[in-house]
């Protein structure tokens, strides 16, 4: 258990470490992430969306943040940087899309852990704690089925 606690940390780690490599966010003031207010606004991903109850989302929002860390980490650093919505819609089609290849993921490969993470918070609406083990579960499943961003 702990030796898998340990890959698993590395694995994550070092995914961050990627998944930051580089990236300041001045890319988007740069014109090289994304597109300006005269560009056509992208819709790539308006196919690919999924639409999630408050307790989908939380159960599977560890999985979110590990299997889609760099979209994630791009669109909070503009966020951050107060670039302007429509500046950044590339990002934002870039995590709905990546969210939902995760959560179809989850349902064909880790449906029995979601579904316990699910159930445990339910059981467990003050004591999330409780279901931290379950979560984990999850999140394991997420990075070994290469779901998102693991591809």
């Known amino acids: 258990s702990s030796r898998l606690k340990v890959q698993y940390e590395a694995v994550v780690t070092a995914e961050l470490e990627q998944t930051m490599a580089g990236f300041t966010g001045a890319e988007a003031f740069k014109g090289r992430s994304a597109p300006?207010?005269?560009?056509?606004?992208?819709?790539?991903?308006?196919?690919?969306?999924?639409?999630?109850?408050s307790q989908e989302m939380n159960a599977a929002s560890g999985a979110f943040n590990l299997c889609c860390a760099e979209a994630y980490t791009r669109f909070i650093e503009l966020k951050r940087q107060k670039v302007h919505p429509g500046n950044m819609t590339k990002e934002r089609?870039?995590?709905?899309?990546?969210?939902?290849?995760?959560?179809?993921?989850?349902?064909?490969?880790?449906?029995?852990?979601?579904?316990a993470v699910k159930s445990c918070l339910s059981?467990?609406?003050k004591s999330w704690a409780n279901c931290a083990a379950m979560r984990r579960d999850l999140e394991v499943c997420s990075v070994k089925s290469n779901l998102g961003e693991l591809k």
């Open 93 to 115: 089609d870039a995590v709905e899309s990546c969210s939902a290849n995760v959560y179809n993921g989850i349902q064909s490969s880790c449906l029995e852990q979601f579904e």
């Open 36 to 53: 300006s207010l005269d560009a056509s606004v992208s819709v790539t991903s308006t196919s690919n969306r999924v639409m999630l109850d």
């Open 123 to 125: 059981d467990n609406p």
